[in-house]
């Protein structure tokens, strides 16, 4: 049983069992604001801010002429806020503010993670990975703000301030902390049916009245203002707004509006000095193109087209087209086909379909050789049945390998004297 010790007239009782704290409660010996403190707590602290005594110190306003907390202490600092107003947190305002501040901050986490890493956007059509890599990174965002500002959007709508038991705002490393257990305990990891067995889990506990696993390392109150009905409707509509929001930022329509209004661009290529209009949704792949030389990787929001020059020697095109005609990269083989293009070049052609992550694409490798040794490859990966996807690509992949036959004049200082 815990052992306390409690502040009348100034002097310090106890210790006291938390049976007898509740009945100098009921019988007015003691106010919901007389400070308590018991070994473990960083500070004394106001009888109303301890979550064994909160449902029974509800039922009890404080008295007119209680003063226990005239006397100086930790609590009448700028980093120590007392909330005399407050009642422990409400299960379903915690679960609104919460989700509000997750729909936030995911949003900013996930984009940030495309532009430091613009692969991850291939998995926009994978609900799973989306949320399992931008779960924690809503939470390391969440982390800095709560320690700069002490609150969150989510939680400034409903009232809600986390804090120490003596009053004060938690710390970065408190904060992380309390994130991370939260991310494993009251997220799942973000990890489907283990993600609802721990929100079923954390309401259960609300609803008993008992603290979450991530608020009790270190140890801290939940409290909530009085916001009235008003603010509490505002607050579910703004949680509404938010999903909505979102759902149809993701929408298929969306995706392609946003693909089109992308501007088009003059491409050089640098192998022969012809240029191509690149049409507006497509952009290139800078780091593919960085990692790989000669390579030029362009991408809207479902195909991909890559045009690349390659050198070897002693290798014909029969072993060249046979080396991409087994290539695991392409899937399995469906056609292999010469054609002659416009230029009169013979053009190698396979067609392959690919199943990856429960997608599969349509994937065409074109070959043409340019001289002894040199080769052009130009691949096109599609979804599978969208012939409106696969006709962009095609178009695209023309203008590419156009440019790839018109070779650089050289120059009078590359002419050998």
């Given at each position: 049983?815990?052992?306390?010790?409690?502040?009348?007239?100034?002097?310090?009782?106890?210790?006291?069992?938390?049976?007898?704290?509740?009945?100098?409660?009921?019988?007015?010996?003691?106010?919901?604001?007389?400070?308590?403190?018991?070994?473990?707590?960083?500070?004394?602290?106001?009888?109303?801010?301890?979550?064994?005594?909160?449902?029974?110190?509800?039922?009890?306003?404080?008295?007119?002429?209680?003063?226990?907390?005239?006397?100086?202490?930790?609590?009448?600092?700028?980093?120590?806020?007392?909330?005399?107003?407050?009642v422990p947190a409400g299960?379903?305002?915690?679960?609104?503010?919460?989700?509000i501040d997750l729909l936030?901050?995911?949003?900013?986490?996930?984009?940030?993670?495309?532009?430091?890493?613009?692969?991850?956007?291939?998995?926009?059509?994978?609900?799973?990975?989306?949320?399992?890599?931008?779960?924690?990174?809503?939470?390391?965002?969440?982390?800095?703000?709560?320690?700069?500002?002490?609150?969150?959007?989510?939680?400034?709508?409903?009232?809600?301030?986390?804090?120490?038991?003596?009053?004060?705002?938690?710390?970065?490393?408190?904060?992380?902390?309390?994130?991370?257990?939260?991310?494993?305990?009251?997220?799942?990891?973000?990890?489907?049916?283990?993600?609802?067995?721990?929100?079923?889990?954390?309401?259960?506990?609300?609803?008993?009245?008992?603290?979450?696993?991530?608020d009790e390392i270190p140890?801290?109150?939940?409290?909530?203002?009085?916001?009235?009905?008003?603010?509490?409707?505002?607050?579910?509509?703004?949680?509404?707004?938010?999903?909505?929001?979102?759902?149809?930022?993701?929408?298929?329509?969306?995706?392609?509006?946003?693909?089109?209004?992308?501007?088009?661009?003059?491409?050089?290529?640098?192998?022969?000095?012809?240029?191509?209009?690149?049409?507006?949704?497509?952009?290139?792949?800078?780091?593919?193109?960085?990692?790989?030389?000669?390579?030029?990787?362009?991408?809207?929001?479902?195909?991909?087209?890559?045009?690349?020059?390659?050198?070897?020697?002693?290798?014909?095109?029969?072993?060249?087209?046979?080396?991409?005609?087994?290539?695991?990269?392409?899937?399995?083989?469906?056609?292999?086909?010469?054609?002659?293009?416009?230029?009169?070049?013979?053009?190698?052609?396979?067609?392959?379909?690919?199943?990856?992550?429960?997608?599969?694409?349509?994937?065409?490798?074109?070959?043409?050789?340019?001289?002894?040794?040199?080769?052009?490859?130009?691949?096109?990966?599609?979804?599978?049945?969208?012939?409106?996807?696969?006709?962009?690509?095609?178009?695209?992949?023309?203008?590419?390998?156009?440019?790839?036959?018109?070779?650089?004049?050289?120059?009078?200082?590359?002419?050998?004297?």
């Amino acid at each position: 049983m815990s052992e306390w010790w409690c502040v009348k007239d100034g002097q310090r009782h106890g210790p006291i069992s938390s049976d007898d704290i509740k009945k100098l409660l009921l019988v007015g010996d003691v106010s919901p604001r007389t400070r308590v403190w018991r070994k473990g707590m960083e500070g004394w602290m106001p009888l109303s801010g301890v979550a064994e005594f909160q449902v029974l110190v509800s039922e009890f306003p404080p008295s007119i002429d209680d003063d226990e907390l005239s006397e100086p202490s930790l609590l009448d600092t700028d980093e120590r806020v007392v909330l005399p107003s407050t009642v422990p947190a409400g299960r379903w305002s915690r679960f609104y503010a919460r989700n509000i501040d997750l729909l936030v901050f995911s949003y900013l986490g996930w984009v940030s993670l495309v532009i430091a890493f613009p692969a991850v956007r291939t998995l926009d059509n994978h609900p799973f990975m989306v949320s399992f890599l931008s779960f924690p990174m809503a939470l390391l965002i969440e982390t800095p703000v709560m320690t700069f500002l002490g609150t969150t959007f989510g939680k400034a709508i409903f009232g809600i301030a986390v804090r120490n038991l003596d009053g004060s705002r938690l710390s970065f490393g408190q904060l992380f902390r309390r994130n991370l257990i939260l991310w494993g305990y009251g997220l799942g990891l973000g990890i489907p049916l283990l993600n609802l067995y721990y929100l079923a889990k954390s309401y259960r506990s609300a609803k008993d009245g008992r603290r979450s696993s991530w608020d009790e390392i270190p140890m801290h109150n939940v409290r909530q203002a009085s916001i009235g009905g008003l603010r509490w409707a505002a607050g579910f509509v703004v949680f509404l707004g938010l999903t909505v929001w979102l759902v149809v930022l993701e929408s298929e329509p969306v995706h392609q509006t946003a693909a089109a209004a992308s501007p088009s661009y003059t491409w050089v290529n640098p192998y022969t000095g012809d240029t191509a209009i690149i049409p507006s949704g497509w952009r290139q792949n800078a780091k593919q193109e960085r990692t790989n030389p000669g390579v030029w990787w362009f991408e809207n929001t479902k195909s991909i087209v890559v045009l690349a020059r390659e050198t070897f020697p002693d290798v014909d095109l029969a072993r060249y087209v046979e080396v991409l005609r087994n290539a695991n990269d392409y899937g399995v083989l469906e056609s292999q086909t010469i054609e002659t293009d416009a230029n009169g070049l013979a053009v190698h052609v396979l067609r392959h379909h690919k199943s990856t992550q429960g997608w599969t694409y349509r994937v065409e490798a074109r070959v043409w050789k340019i001289s002894m040794n040199d080769y052009w490859r130009l691949i096109t990966f599609t979804p599978a049945e969208n012939a409106q996807e696969w006709t962009a690509a095609n178009d695209l992949g023309r203008v590419l390998a156009n440019t790839s036959l018109v070779p650089i004049k050289p120059t009078e200082a590359s002419i050998p004297l």
